[in-house]
C-alpha cells in the first residue's frame, strides 16, 4: 500500500471532523474561600455581616462567598474615598500617571489569571477574555496614563479640576473591562472611585484589588463594594459622592436619574441597545457573514451594542440567510475554558429565563426560528445560537433588548428604508453599515441615530475613541478625551 492511500485510509469520515478539547488551567487561579469588601486599601468584613455565593454559570459550582455591602459599609468607603481625595488630587499628575501605568502592566503580567477567572466566573469563552478583555483593560489604563499630565492640553482655555468622589457601578457582560473604562479616566483626572461590580460577576474587581495593591495605588483612592442592587442603591444615595457613572439596564438608569434629580451630580449613563446591522447587496457577503456573528453572537449576544437586528437589502436575502446558517452550524458552544469554544454560557438562570421567554415569543408571533444543531451541556445555563427570519417591526423580538445570542432579520429596499427601519426603535447605541462604497457609509452614518457606527466591521473598541449612546441608551461618553470631560469641573 502506497504512502498516499495510507494517509487516505487514516482520513477520518467526511463531516467527521472534530476539535480536540483545549482547556485552559484553573490552577493560575487562585481564589479565596470568602471576600471581604475592598476599603482603604484593605479587605475588611462587611458591617452588615452578609455575604453570598458567586456561581460559574458553565457548572453551576460556587467559586466563592462575597460580602453583601450594606448602608453602612458604603459610607465607610465614600468616607475613605473622600480622606483619600485631598492628597490624590494634589499630587503631581505626572505622578497619578505612573500609578496608571503600573496599573496596566499588572494587568498585562496577570492577564491569563485574569482572562481565566473573567470565563469562571462570567461564562465567556477563554479566547474573548484573552484577546479581547484583558488587552483592551490593559489599553485604557495606558492611555488614560497619558492623558494625566496632559489635561490643560486635552481643554485649552479652560481649568479642568477633579470632582472629588466617583461612584462607579458596573455590569456583568464585561466586569473587568467596564471597570478599566471607569477607573482610569476617573484616576487620570484626580478623583477617588468607590466602584460596585455586578452581583453575579465579582471577582476579577476582588483581584483588581490586589492589583492595586501591587501598583500602589494610595490607599482609598479606590474602593471596591460588591453586593446585590440595593448596594448600588446605597451608593447612589450617599451624600459624599460627587459624580456617578453607571453601565446596565434602562430601567435601572431611569431609577439613578430620577435619583439624582436636583442634587447636582453630574451623571454618565451607558444603557441598553438593539442595534442595527444593514447589509447592502452591493457588500463582501462573506466578510459581513462574519460581521453578523460577531456582531450578535460575540460574549453569547451579552453585549448592550449587539448587532440584534439584521436588516438585508431584500435582493440578496435568501443568500446572505443561507450562508449566515451554514456559518452558525461550525460555531461551537459549550465549556468557556476550552479554547476552541465560540459560545459560552449564559450569565445566569436568571438571563437564560428572559431569554428563552423572548424567543418563545417570537415564535408565537409568527416569525421563523432556526437553530443549528448543536449539544447543549447538560450543568450549566445555556442557549443555542438563534437566527429569526420573516420577523415584522412589531414584534417584541425585534423591539426589546434580548441579550442574548439572538439574531432577527429584516429586509429593506432603499437606504431610506434601512434608515428609517434602523431608527425605529427606542434605543440609539450602535449601528453597522455594510457596503463597498465610502460616500453610502458617511451618507447613512449622517442620518443613524446612533452613537457608534461601524463600516464593515462591528463591535471594535479603542480606548482613543468614545463610546456611548442616543435616546434610551443614555447619555455622555466613555473613551478618549470625551472620557475626561465626564470626570472634571472647568474653573
Not at 230 to 241: C, D, F, P, Q
Not at 359 to 372: L, R
Request: hydrophobic letters at 40%; one cysteine or more; charged letters at 25%.
Amino acid at each position: 500500500m502506497g504512502a498516499v492511500e495510507r494517509s487516505r485510509e487514516a482520513l477520518p469520515a467526511r463531516g467527521a471532523w472534530e476539535y480536540a478539547s483545549s482547556i485552559e488551567g484553573r490552577d493560575i487561579v487562585s481564589l479565596e474561600e470568602r471576600y471581604g469588601l475592598f476599603i482603604g486599601g484593605r479587605q475588611v468584613t462587611p458591617r452588615s455581616r452578609s455575604w453570598f455565593t458567586t456561581f460559574s454559570p458553565s457548572t453551576e459550582e460556587p467559586l466563592a462567598e462575597v460580602a453583601q455591602a450594606g448602608a453602612k459599609d458604603v459610607a465607610l468607603a465614600v468616607d475613605a474615598a473622600r480622606e483619600a481625595f485631598v492628597p490624590w488630587s494634589a499630587w503631581r499628575p505626572a505622578e497619578r500617571a505612573k500609578v496608571l501605568f503600573r496599573i496596566a502592566r499588572i494587568l498585562q503580567e496577570r492577564a491569563r489569571e485574569l482572562a481565566v477567572a473573567e470565563s469562571l466566573d462570567g461564562g465567556k469563552p477563554i479566547k474573548e477574555s484573552r484577546d479581547v478583555d484583558l488587552p483592551l483593560a490593559a489599553a485604557h489604563f495606558f492611555y488614560y496614563a497619558g492623558w494625566a499630565d496632559k489635561l490643560e492640553y486635552a481643554f485649552p482655555g479652560r481649568r479642568p479640576r477633579p470632582l472629588g468622589v466617583a461612584a462607579q457601578i458596573v455590569p456583568w457582560n464585561f466586569p473587568l473591562l467596564m471597570l478599566a473604562w471607569k477607573i482610569a479616566p476617573a484616576l487620570a483626572c484626580g478623583n477617588t472611585v468607590v466602584l460596585k461590580p455586578a452581583e453575579t460577576t465579582p471577582l476579577t474587581a476582588l483581584l483588581f484589588a490586589d492589583v492595586c495593591r501591587q501598583a500602589e495605588v494610595p490607599p482609598g483612592v479606590v474602593n471596591i463594594l460588591t453586593g446585590d442592587g440595593s448596594t448600588g442603591a446605597h451608593l447612589v444615595r450617599n451624600e459624599g459622592i460627587a459624580k456617578v457613572a453607571f453601565t446596565g439596564s434602562t430601567e435601572v438608569g431611569k431609577a439613578i436619574q430620577r435619583e439624582l434629580a436636583g442634587r447636582d451630580i453630574p451623571l454618565t449613563l451607558e444603557l441598553g441597545g438593539k442595534a442595527a446591522n444593514i447589509v447592502f447587496d452591493d457588500s463582501a457577503l462573506d466578510q459581513a457573514v462574519e460581521g453578523i456573528v460577531n456582531g450578535i453572537y460575540f460574549n453569547q449576544g451579552h453585549v448592550c451594542c449587539a448587532g440584534s437586528r439584521l436588516l438585508v437589502q431584500e435582493s440578496i436575502h435568501d443568500q446572505l440567510v443561507r450562508k449566515l446558517k451554514r456559518r452558525m452550524a461550525t460555531l461551537r458552544v459549550g465549556d468557556p475554558l476550552d479554547k476552541n469554544t465560540d459560545v459560552g454560557a449564559i450569565n445566569s438562570k436568571a438571563q437564560l429565563d428572559r431569554i428563552t421567554e423572548l424567543v418563545q415569543s417570537g415564535t408565537e408571533e409568527g416569525a421563523e426560528i432556526y437553530q443549528p444543531p448543536c449539544r447543549l451541556p447538560e450543568k450549566g445555563w445555556w442557549f443555542a445560537p438563534t437566527v429569526f427570519t420573516n420577523v415584522a417591526q412589531s414584534h417584541r423580538i425585534a423591539q426589546e433588548e434580548i441579550f442574548g445570542p439572538v439574531l432577527s432579520v429584516l429586509t429593506f429596499r432603499t437606504p431610506d428604508e434601512a434608515v428609517e427601519k434602523a431608527n425605529n426603535t427606542m434605543y440609539g447605541l450602535s449601528a453597522g453599515v455594510w457596503t463597498e462604497k465610502g460616500s453610502r457609509i458617511l451618507w447613512m452614518a449622517d442620518r443613524l441615530r446612533a452613537g457608534v457606527v461601524w463600516g464593515n466591521t462591528f463591535n471594535r473598541f479603542d480606548p482613543a475613541s468614545p463610546f456611548g449612546g442616543y435616546k434610551e441608551s443614555g447619555f455622555g461618553r466613555e473613551g478618549g478625551r470625551h472620557g475626561l470631560e465626564a470626570y472634571l469641573r472647568f474653573e
